[in-house]
C-alpha cells in the first residue's frame, strides 16, 4: 500500500528514457533512436506516451518555446513493476524549420503520461542542420573567403536569414551579405542581399537586392557554384541601379513574385516557425491590449519580443 501512494507521488515510479542515435540531424532527414521504459516498484497503468520537439528562441535574455511537432508513440498499456520496455523511435524533420544556429535551440520532450499518478518526463537536446544542398552553398561562400557571422540565422517573417562577412576578395567593397534560402523541387532559389560600402566603385547605394536560382546538379561543384556567386556578387556591384530597392518594396515584390510562379514562402527554410513564432506573437499582444483595456493602464507598452516581424529596423540576435 505505501508503495502505491509513493509511486502517485513519483517516487518508485515508471520512468522513460529517449537515447537518439545520432544528436543531429538534417532538414528532411529522418532522426531515429529508441524509448527505454522501465517500471517502478508497483504495477502502474500508462495512459499514452507521447514525444514533443520544442523550438526555443533566445534573444537579449529572454526566451521563447513553442512545440512544432506533438509525435504519438504509444497508447494505453500496463507496465509492471521492474518491467522493461524498448520502443523504436523515429521522426522525419519537416524542411521548413530553421537550422540551429546561435539562439535557435531544439529538444525532444518525452512524456510517460501515468494514470493517477506523475508524470515522467525526459528531454534530449537536438541539434539541426541545413539540407546538404544548402550546405554545399555555404561551403561556397567559404571559398570565396566569406565566414558566417555568429548571429547569422535571425528568424524574420519570412524565414531564416543567414548573414556572412568578406574576409578576402569582397573586404574592399562589401560589408556583409544576407540571404534566405527557399528550397524548391528542381533547386535552392536565394533571395539575396548585398550591403556595400557607400561611395566603393561610385555607388551611392547601400542595399543591393537579387534573386538567384541554383539547380540542384550544380550544386554538386562547389568551384563552379562559388564561381557563379562571385559572378552574381560582381554583377551586382558593377551595375548597382539594378539591383537597388527600399527593404520593404524588395521583399513584397519577392514575395509576389514567387506567389506567381507557383512558389511559395512557405518553402523558406525556417518559413513555418517564422509564422509560428509570429502568430504567438499577435496573441500576446492581443492579450496585452486587453489586459490593458481592462486596468486603464496608460504606461507604453514595452517593446515586443518579435516586434521586427512587424515593421522597423531589423534587429540582429
Not at 490593458?292 to 519580443?305: I, N, R, T, V, W
Request: hydrophobic share 40%; no cysteine.
Amino acid at each position: 500500500m505505501l508503495k502505491k501512494f509513493l509511486s502517485k507521488l513519483g517516487i518508485g515510479s515508471a520512468n522513460i528514457n529517449l537515447v537518439l542515435h545520432h544528436s543531429q540531424a538534417r532538414l528532411g532527414e529522418t532522426i531515429s533512436g529508441e524509448f527505454l521504459i522501465e517500471g517502478g516498484t508497483v504495477e502502474q497503468h500508462i495512459n499514452k506516451i507521447a514525444v514533443e520537439l520544442r523550438l526555443t528562441l533566445k534573444q537579449n535574455g529572454q526566451a521563447q518555446t513553442k512545440t512544432v511537432a506533438t509525435i504519438p508513440v504509444a497508447s494505453a498499456f500496463v507496465i509492471q513493476a521492474g518491467e522493461k520496455k524498448v520502443l523504436p523511435f523515429t521522426y522525419e524533420l519537416p524542411k521548413t524549420l530553421p537550422v540551429s544556429r546561435h539562439g535557435i535551440y531544439y529538444t525532444f520532450v518525452t512524456r510517460l503520461d501515468i494514470a493517477g499518478g506523475v508524470d515522467h518526463l525526459d528531454e534530449d537536446a537536438v541539434q539541426i542542420l541545413p539540407t546538404l544542398p544548402l550546405e554545399k552553398i555555404f561551403v561556397a561562400f567559404e571559398k570565396l573567403g566569406f565566414r558566417e557571422k555568429a548571429t547569422s540565422g535571425t528568424l524574420k517573417p519570412y524565414g531564416q536569414e543567414f548573414a556572412w562577412f568578406p574576409t578576402e576578395q569582397f573586404k574592399e567593397a562589401v560589408q556583409e551579405v544576407e540571404f534566405f534560402a527557399l528550397l524548391e523541387e528542381e533547386g535552392i532559389r536565394l533571395l539575396l542581399e548585398v550591403d556595400v560600402y557607400a561611395g566603393a566603385f561610385g555607388m551611392q547605394e547601400k542595399e543591393l537586392k537579387r534573386e538567384i536560382f541554383f539547380p540542384y546538379a550544380e550544386l554538386n561543384d562547389a568551384d563552379m557554384l562559388a564561381g557563379k556567386l562571385r559572378e552574381t556578387m560582381q554583377e551586382m556591384i558593377e551595375q548597382p541601379h539594378q539591383y537597388a530597392a527600399s527593404s520593404y518594396m524588395t521583399h513584397y515584390s519577392h514575395t509576389s513574385h514567387l506567389h506567381g510562379r507557383g512558389h511559395s514562402m512557405m518553402g523558406a527554410i525556417g518559413g513555418f516557425a517564422a509564422g509560428m513564432f509570429a502568430g504567438m506573437l499577435v496573441e500576446e499582444l492581443v492579450g496585452d491590449a486587453v489586459e490593458e483595456a481592462l486596468s486603464f493602464d496608460e504606461e507604453a507598452e514595452e517593446e515586443g519580443f518579435f516586434d521586427d516581424f512587424f515593421g522597423g529596423e531589423d534587429e540582429e540576435f
